[in-house]
């Protein structure tokens, strides 16, 4: 159950620094202000030089001052989510359907707009060299499967996209943060891409992907990692 200070364990508790913000806390580190189980990350806390208290490690979610719920995104190392949704055809498909080889997974807003077309385009025009390296394309957005299809049979894109209109994937993998446009904050997805190793570990994250360049900002990567 939840600890108390002194006692040892894991607990939730709010972050001194970061009003709103929980994070985990490990034995005589948990401050007074415990607020529950564990739920989050470990971390520890410590005094700065204005004698302040400050949040080390990340919180495994944060409340964004009523506007919902922000995700920490995944880094390299961790475990990949495991995620089962419908491609464009209705066919369920799981990440685990391909252990063994790396897998491309990049999370865009939403299909035919003019930055996740040019993306998407970007990673068709390069489809072959992927194949070549034995490497799999899966794109997640919220769209729904039927805009899947289109978008892809519009767009000619020979590679898997996934529905999860319920933020399975979305959320598991951090993507889902306040996004600012014209001064105006909302939540959705950031364009993020995440390369997934054989052994289903986060090798690398490829954050504010740029449309235009993704795809052979991945295929740099893959040819540094083969010279070694």
């Given at each position: 159950?939840?600890?108390?200070?002194?006692?040892?364990?894991?607990?939730?508790?709010?972050?001194?620094?970061?009003?709103?913000?929980?994070?985990?806390?490990?034995g005589n580190e948990v401050p007074h202000r415990v607020?529950?189980?564990?739920?989050?990350?470990?971390?520890?806390?410590?005094?700065?030089?204005?004698?302040?208290?400050?949040?080390?490690?990340?919180?495994?979610?944060?409340?964004?001052?009523?506007?919902?719920?922000?995700?920490?995104?995944?880094?390299?190392?961790?475990?990949?989510?495991?995620?089962?949704?419908?491609?464009?055809?209705?066919?369920?498909?799981?990440?685990?359907?391909?252990?063994?080889?790396?897998?491309?997974?990049?999370?865009?807003?939403?299909?035919?707009?003019?930055?996740?077309?040019?993306?998407?385009?970007?990673?068709?025009?390069?489809?072959?060299?992927?194949?070549?390296?034995?490497?799999?394309?899966?794109?997640?957005?919220?769209?729904?499967?039927?805009?899947?299809?289109?978008?892809?049979?519009?767009?000619?894109?020979?590679?898997?996209?996934?529905?999860?209109?319920?933020?399975?994937?979305?959320?598991?993998?951090?993507?889902?943060?306040?996004?600012?446009?014209?001064?105006?904050?909302?939540?959705?997805?950031?364009?993020?891409?995440?390369?997934?190793?054989?052994?289903?570990?986060?090798?690398?994250?490829?954050?504010?992907?740029?449309?235009?360049?993704?795809?052979?900002?991945?295929?740099?990567?893959?040819?540094?990692?083969?010279?070694?």
């Amino acid at each position: 159950m939840a600890g108390t200070p002194g006692s040892y364990g894991f607990v939730q508790a709010e972050c001194p620094a970061k009003p709103g913000a929980f994070r985990e806390y490990e034995g005589n580190e948990v401050p007074h202000r415990v607020r529950g189980l564990l739920r989050g990350y470990r971390g520890t806390e410590k005094r700065t030089e204005n004698n302040r208290q400050e949040c080390r490690g990340k919180p495994r979610r944060l409340s964004e001052n009523g506007k919902g719920t922000e995700w920490t995104m995944l880094k390299p190392g961790d475990l990949a989510p495991a995620f089962t949704l419908p491609d464009s055809q209705g066919n369920q498909v799981s990440l685990t359907d391909f252990k063994g080889k790396k897998v491309v997974v990049y999370f865009y807003p939403k299909d035919s707009t003019p930055g996740c077309t040019r993306q998407a385009c970007a990673f068709r025009d390069s489809f072959p060299e992927f194949e070549a390296r034995g490497v799999v394309v899966i794109g997640i957005s919220k769209d729904s499967a039927a805009s899947h299809l289109k978008f892809a049979q519009r767009q000619e894109l020979p590679f898997l996209l996934l529905s999860d209109e319920n933020r399975q994937a979305i959320e598991a993998y951090g993507v889902w943060q306040e996004k600012k446009l014209y001064g105006k904050a909302s939540m959705g997805v950031v364009r993020t891409t995440f390369l997934v190793d054989e052994a289903g570990r986060i090798e690398a994250v490829f954050e504010k992907a740029k449309p235009d360049t993704n795809a052979g900002e991945i295929l740099n990567y893959l040819d540094k990692g083969e010279r070694g």
